[in-house]
């Protein structure tokens, strides 16, 4: 298994990427919609936000390894779901 706090710097990493990226989007397109770009953002730090609880609060039944795992694969689809729909922004 790995260290949990590794696992704690990759959800602080990749969330901070998305909201980067995010922002470059905002000073890149001077038509962006701002308020769906808040939204991305928003959703991005509840995901954090969920992602930490679930890492601080496993249950006690469930193995390290799995449930880690598990937590690890929420990760990617919530980052990947993140940036599909930023990349949907700029192609209108």
Do not use: W
Not at 18 to 31: K, P, R
Not at 38 to 66: C, T, V
């Amino acid at each position: 298994m790995r260290n949990l706090r590794t696992i704690k710097k990759d959800v602080e990493f990749l969330i901070g990427e998305v909201v980067d990226d995010c922002f470059i989007y905002l000073e890149l397109n001077a038509e962006a919609d701002v308020d769906k770009v808040g939204e991305i953002i928003g959703d991005a730090l509840d995901l954090q936000d969920d992602l930490f609880d679930k890492i601080n609060h496993r249950p006690e039944e469930i193995k390290a390894d799995k449930y880690y795992r598990g937590v690890s694969k929420e990760l990617v689809e919530g980052i990947d779901a993140l940036y599909e729909r930023l990349s949907a922004l700029s192609k209108k």
